[in-house]
């Protein structure tokens, strides 16, 4: 597997791992017959982790695109890479920008999607 494929599959855990220690902290009142529950995640840190893991669901498509299309380019490998790692590293800041309630510092970091 290239670097820009192992981007892929970090890019995917990112987003699961973004909400999933939101349902281990709330042990209490988290209900796993009702995960998608909205009252659990109606405030706080809960809030803002839903919040960034919807919005790695909406990009990785896009990303997911860019790089197997540009796999599929005779392209150089390294540069493909670089810029997989860069992707996922902006979305590393976004989502712990997220997580640390900086809304300016978040939406100046480019990833965040339209209202």
Same mark, same amino acid.
Request: glycine share 6%; proline share 6%.
């Given at each position: ?8 599959? *970090? %890019? +995917? /855990? #990112? ?5 999933? !220690?939101?349902?281990? @902290? =709330? ?37 997911? *695109? %860019? +790089? /197997? #299309? ?5 392209? !150089?490998?390294?540069? @493909? =890479? ?34």
């Amino acid at each position: 597997m290239t670097i820009a494929e192992w981007m892929l599959f *970090a %890019a +995917v /855990l #990112l987003y699961l791992l973004t909400v999933a !220690p939101m349902k281990a @902290i =709330g042990h209490g009142t988290f209900d796993n017959s009702n995960p998608r529950d909205a009252v659990f995640y109606t405030s706080g840190i809960r809030a803002r982790a839903l919040g960034a893991h919807i919005n790695g669901a909406e990009t990785f498509p896009f990303f997911a *695109a %860019a +790089v /197997l #299309l540009a796999e599929f380019r005779p392209q !150089p490998q390294h540069l @493909i =890479g670089l810029l997989a790692d860069a992707f996922v590293a902006v979305r590393l800041a976004f989502v712990a920008a997220y997580l640390g309630n900086r809304p300016t510092l978040r939406t100046s970091s480019g990833i965040s999607a339209l209202p």
